[in-house]
């Protein structure tokens, strides 16, 4: 079934244009704990190499470009990026992708590096499969204020091989940065989909796409309870069978009991974007809506918008290699706003992954066109 075409508003806003450079990507938003944005990002550098860099918005421009880490053996990738996380004392967390020498293509780890709040100097803090020069761990999310992470992983026991089979996996960083408690989560999920984690007022709760018998590839949602990872459970059973990993994962968000996941299916051949919300700490997720507008690429994010609404952004295609990034409202009672227009971008993978964050009045927007645009939002716009 495909919706009726609808007609779209440009709300398009203030366009915030950071320090980026002119081939830049990997765009990512995080929400300091006073509501300070910031953007991450990665330069290439010539003749070589990569850097990871960030900014924070003043309230009326983007500070100059902090650097991370640069690298010239580095993983770069339009679908397993970079992510940064602010902790409520001002430290911060950064993580990127690196290649050991002599490494196949999709041979390569993750390093985790945290900035100190008063001297500002980055130190890498640990590394996953950083010797693995035949698969891969990637996908990290962090807990938004950096207290805990999860990614995808090969079996601890061997096996990726060529199937490059994946667990997720859980790891938590404590005041210091010092990181812990490393453990699997769930033995057999879908290869190469973004994951998220959120800490709700259950506790934490995890997403990720889920590797099915019968190569059923749905959402799946995992709370920590008791001190241990409960039974994985699946958000909605959609059926989607895909004999491979479309490498296209959920969203998740939480205020206190609220939660919201939204995500992309083709099950029985037709492209929904989806969403769904709990007000139990995701106990139990209520009938999922479908939030696109008919056709689709998929690449959704959330953010929780206000006490009674989320707001999501993804790319809608409309010909001719062409997509857009919508964005549109979510109430919690099951109610959506109506699709509004961002910006328009390349129907490819060069468009990476539309990011989105609320602080204050303002809904904060990036994407990627030949370099990443940032635009602001107004709350009443929805």
């Known amino acids: 079934m495909r919706i009726a075409a609808v007609a779209l508003l440009s709300v398009m806003g203030c366009l915030a244009q950071p320090p ?5 990507g990997m765009p990512y938003l995080a929400t300091g704990a ?21 900014s924070k918005w003043t309230g009326s421009a983007w500070t100059p470009a902090e650097e991370v880490a640069r690298g010239q053996r580095w993983f770069v990738n339009w679908a397993d990026f970079p992510a940064i996380a602010v902790r409520p004392d001002g430290s911060m967390l950064a993580h990127w992708l690196a290649r050991p020498d002599d490494a ?38 962090f807990i938004p204020d950096g207290s805990g992470a999860v990614y995808l992983a090969p079996p601890a026991s061997g096996g990726g091989g060529e199937g490059h089979r994946k667990t997720l996996r859980y790891v938590r960083f404590d005041k210091a940065g010092k990181p812990g408690g490393d453990r699997e989560v769930d033995a057999d999920v879908c290869s190469c989909c973004q994951t998220a984690v959120v800490a709700t007022g259950n506790g934490l709760l995890a997403a990720y796409r889920d590797h099915q018998p019968g190569e059923i590839r749905d959402i799946a949602i995992v709370r920590w309870r008791d001190g241990a990872w409960a039974a994985p459970q699946t958000v909605h059973a959609d059926g989607w069978k895909i004999n491979g990993c479309p490498t296209d994962g959920p969203s998740l ?14 099950a029985g051949e037709v492209a929904r974007v989806q969403a769904a ?26 953010a929780v918008l206000d006490g009674k609404n989320d707001v999501a952004v993804w790319l809608e295609k409309i010909g001719e290699g062409k997509a857009e990034v919508r964005i549109r409202r979510l109430g919690h009672d099951g109610q959506l706003g109506k699709t509004q227009l961002v910006a328009t971008v390349a129907a490819a993978r060069s468009a990476g992954f539309p990011k989105v964050a609320v602080s204050g009045d303002r809904i904060w927007v990036a994407w990627r066109d030949g370099k990443i645009r940032v635009a602001t939002v107004s709350k009443q716009a929805l």
Request: hydrophobic share 35%; charged share 25%; proline share 6%.
């Open 20 to 24: 980026v450079g002119p081939e830049s």
């Open 34 to 54: 006073n509501g300070d944005i910031y953007l991450s990002w990665i330069d290439p550098l010539q003749p070589s190499g990569h850097v990871l860099r960030w």
């Open 104 to 141: 196949s293509k999709y041979g390569y780890g993750i390093r985790v590096a945290r900035r100190d709040a008063g001297s500002g100097k980055w130190s890498e803090i640990y590394g996953m499969s950083l010797d693995e020069k035949e698969d891969y761990a990637g996908f990290l999310s």
């Open 253 to 266: 968000v939480a205020r206190d009991r609220h939660v919201g996941v939204a995500w992309l299916t083709r």
């Open 277 to 302: 919300v709990s007000a139990d700490g995701g106990a139990t997720f209520q009938k999922p809506l479908r939030i696109d507008d008919g056709n689709p690429l998929g690449r959704p994010a959330l």
